[in-house]
């Protein structure tokens, strides 16, 4: 089967892993490293396409265990297809569902069979299996599909993610397997966890596979940011130089850029969108909180040069009052602009590599900006990990 | 004091008392009869100030009472005024407050002083009079403004009505002495329930007054619907030609129709965008309730010829989508659709008038609209007065 992707450098950097590349699909070019805005339930969080091609992207990422949920994945292929049925006439693609079935809903067991879970919105009991996954995909219809996985959390034990790494590649199997449509890349998804050896073979195994792609899974769950950076080096440095490689789950400014330069060329998360929800606004110095008594009468943008629509049309003062008023438009003013901050971070680092310049660009760009604190983070995502049921009391990193 | 607005009828409907008038105010002009989309927190419900333009908004009205609570009228003044603030360069109206210190926060007492009561975002005790409602207005900056009334809920005795109605004329000279700038019109608010002595005696007394326009308050307040209309008419036939007739807070599809057909020249009211809120949307045949099942898989727009972003762009299964998944875009496409299809019937009415053709225009519109039974407009409508406090226990048309 001759793939429907096809993926080439452009430009690679002298001093680190960061490369350009070209992604062809079949609804359109993606110039990587590329940031997939997450259109979750076949929407970009209050944003309409015009408004999500505006704020630079070029493919969006939806989920395949929400759109299953509701409206139900023949419904949409009723509809035409996602493209159709949400308007976006650019690339897309979907992940399994695996990773969902695990945080989103009420676990139940994972066996060969597949992923037994809990529907979060009733209640109601389903089985997603390479092939159904697979399957749902199909009739979703986005250009890039992922194989089904088997994610653990960070703090597992390395025979249990060994048992989930090899599962996940019996999985693979049965996904490409399954595939009954030749219009749609397939992306194999890496597991091994922190664990070098099996990090290792999931690279050794997928590079012999006949996948369109790489996308990097069980990061971002917990481990320390340097850890998971050194997996991310250390895998991309596996993998062949001709096909994309996708860090699943990876989005906060930082992260973008110490991982575009281990070799990463697309990323997703719903960072961006989900802190604009509480106000969390990014800016090149870091994230402000535009609920702060101190923007009530700023009368500058959110950030001075941003082109976004937020800050060429608004002042913090009336973005400050939309939040404390409880306004949609502060949500939507926010999503715009903190999309646009990673999709424009991501241009310029595009440039930088083309202009052989992405070293310093890195450097300046991370001495100005200031993440947040690593433990705070850390706690926040143990939180959130332990609220979707994926770290059962007593487990994790923080215990 | 020579007026900031001008407004001539343009042309009369030989049958009816409609009329399309041209209603020139310093931030551009109006073409009536008009609807002003409510912007309540100088924000129109999720839109940008393009969308309201491009549904065919023209002038738009915000609150005083919430933004005097949040941020407050200093801090839109220190911001450029309203206008600057939220990035609408048309006309628009604020009204004064006092209904909505009726209807939104404890309302704690009436006095000759003015109105005392209690916020709804705090429980913090406030007070308007009838010079700082001006002054507040000031600050904030709009074209129109409005005096500070009295408005008492349907079912309320004579003498009761009577006392609001001459305490609201007291008020109003009041509001003339206090306004300190002259770039501001300033409309009379007529009050008299539903008595028609009362009725005339106001419009007697604001006829005598040097005010800008009239605004018709103290109706849509649990009345039923002909005797709303009844006043009206009344009321309109009594008000001079050459000034413009704002019927405040009334605003579903038939009762636009009707009024109009009894000479009003503008209306403001939340329902479109409020219903919108719920997936009620408006059609020429009346509301359909969007989350119902049968839009599960329609393929169609919510109205077949609807010239509206939502109609043009997407089918009703997405919309019955994003309302199920909880979705803000499925909120700003249903307040689209509905203000486009108020802010079309208002064009089509003025059309009808220019051509002679109101009556024909008024009677199809009516025998396809099906309204919302009136018996279920009136509970909803009594529960909602009652919630906020206008009605106590035992109080009301219902009872």
Same mark, same amino acid.
């Given at each position: ?138 009739? /979703? +219809? ?5 194989? %089904?996985? !088997? &994610? $653990? *959390?960070? =703090? ?91 860090? /699943? +789950? ?5 992260? %973008?850029? !110490? &991982? $575009? *330069?281990? =070799? ?136």
């Amino acid at each position: 089967m001759s793939s429907p992707l096809s993926f080439q450098t452009v430009a690679r950097c002298k001093a680190t892993d960061a490369r350009v590349g070209l992604l062809s699909t079949p609804h359109g070019r993606v110039y990587t490293p590329a940031f997939l805005p997450v259109a979750t339930r076949a929407s970009v969080r209050g944003l309409t396409p015009e408004e999500a091609t505006e704020v630079g992207a070029s493919i969006l990422l939806a989920n395949t265990y929400h759109l299953y949920l509701q409206p139900g994945v023949d419904t949409v292929r009723a509809m035409g297809g996602l493209h159709a049925f949400m308007g976006w006439s650019g690339p897309m693609l979907t992940d399994s569902g695996g990773f969902q079935a695990f945080s989103m809903g009420s676990l139940k067991s994972v066996s060969e069979e597949g992923i037994r879970f809990r529907s979060h919105i009733d209640g109601s009991e389903h089985l997603f299996t390479p092939e159904s996954a697979i399957g749902y995909q199909e009739r /979703l +219809g986005a250009d890039i599909i992922l194989c %089904l996985d !088997e &994610c $653990v *959390a960070y =703090g597992e034990e390395e025979a249990r993610v060994r048992e989930a790494t090899e599962r996940t590649h019996r999985w693979a199997l049965r996904c490409r397997e399954a595939q009954r449509s030749g219009k749609q890349a397939l992306f194999g998804v890496l597991q091994g966890g922190v664990y070098r050896n099996l990090r290792e073979e999931s690279a050794r195994f997928f590079t012999a596979q006949e996948v369109d792609g790489y996308a990097i899974g069980g990061l971002a769950v917990g481990e320390p940011k340097a850890e998971m950076y050194e997996v991310t080096r250390h895998v991309c440095a596996m993998l062949p130089e001709g096909r994309p490689r996708h860090l /699943l +789950g990876v989005g906060s400014p930082e992260d %973008l850029v !110490e &991982c $575009v *330069a281990r =070799g990463v060329d697309l990323f997703d998360c719903a960072l961006p969108t989900r802190i604009a929800r509480n106000g969390a606004l990014l800016t090149g110095r870091g994230r402000i909180d535009i609920t702060r008594a101190r923007f009530q009468k700023a009368e500058g943008p959110v950030e001075e040069g941003c082109d976004c629509y937020a800050c060429r049309n608004f002042s913090s003062a009336y973005l400050h009052h939309l939040f404390k008023a409880g306004e949609l438009l502060g949500l939507r003013l926010a999503t715009i602009h903190n999309l646009r901050f990673v999709l424009h971070l991501m241009e310029e680092m595009r440039h930088a590599i083309l202009r052989d310049s992405f070293p310093a660009f890195k450097e300046r760009f991370l001495a100005r900006y200031r993440p947040t604190d690593e433990r705070l983070r850390g706690e926040q995502k143990e939180k959130w990990l332990r609220r979707r049921g994926i770290l059962g009391v007593g487990e994790g990193p923080g215990v």
